[in-house]
């Protein structure tokens, strides 16, 4: 499986900032996702990112609050924007298995917002 | 729209001793994967084992198994001899199975809480 590494590990923000979550993937994939995971909840996913084209968002999320940029095929970010305390959760980013059968995923970035 | 079911909140068992979580799901598809992920406090998720629908076999991962019930839309995970670091969260997951390149997005169970007791 794909070693998959996420910057930062956790943040404390401010109400109002805009915090850049990068994720970085050791071989090249076809698809990264971006899911949100709310204290005590489940996964919900925000995002697909293709290389190349613009990210398709899931209902309830919109480009404004989490754009996302997907410059290579080993590489992506999301940003959440304006932040607020509902913004607190853990992004988590996975990959699609080379079959495009399985999804791998990142260690997760913790979020708080003060 | 797929929907993933798990009730049991959270489950308690002894250390050695066997478990099962259970899952069911609801979908018109056809053709489809199914997973669990183990999620324990350091947040990872952790792939625990997968199922293709179409195969009629079992899958198995070394203490881990499951029971595939596809007419009844079941798919619940037994852990056997379970050790303290199976502690964490357990997530139910279902993916269709995707034949025109399009994102074969997850859908999650909200997931149950296990503890292993020594």
């Known amino acids: 499986s794909a070693v998959i590494s996420q910057k930062p590990s956790r943040d404390i923000c401010q109400r109002g900032t805009s915090l850049t979550i990068q994720c970085q993937v050791d071989?090249?994939?076809?698809?990264m996702f971006w899911y949100r995971q709310q204290p005590g909840q489940s996964l919900t996913l925000i995002a697909t990112a293709n290389q190349g084209s613009e990210a398709t968002y899931e209902s309830g999320f919109v480009i404004d609050k989490f754009p996302i940029s997907r410059p290579n095929l080993t590489f992506s970010t999301l940003t959440v924007s304006n932040m607020s305390p509902e913004d607190s959760s853990i992004y988590l980013c996975?990959?699609?298995?080379?079959?495009?059968?399985?999804?791998?995923f990142g260690p997760g970035t913790r979020l708080t917002v003060l | 729209a797929q929907t993933v079911t798990q009730s049991q909140p959270e489950m308690s068992v002894q250390e050695a001793e066997t478990v099962t979580l259970s899952c069911t799901y609801d979908t018109s598809e056809n053709n489809y994967y199914l997973f669990w992920y183990k999620q324990p406090p350091s947040r990872q998720m952790i792939l625990v084992i997968r199922q293709e629908a179409y195969k009629q076999q079992n899958a198995t991962e070394n203490r881990f198994s499951v029971n595939f019930q596809k007419a009844a839309k079941s798919f619940s995970l037994k852990i056997s001899d379970s050790q303290l670091g199976d502690t964490a969260m357990y997530f139910c997951?279902?993916?269709?199975?995707?034949?025109?390149?399009?994102?074969?997005?997850?859908?999650f169970g909200k997931g149950i809480t296990l503890s292993v007791r020594p």
């Open positions: 071989s090249q994939v076809t698809m």
């Open positions: 996975s990959v699609d298995g080379p079959n495009r059968d399985t999804q791998y």
């Open positions: 997951a279902f993916m269709k199975l995707n034949y025109t390149g399009a994102n074969s997005k997850l859908t």
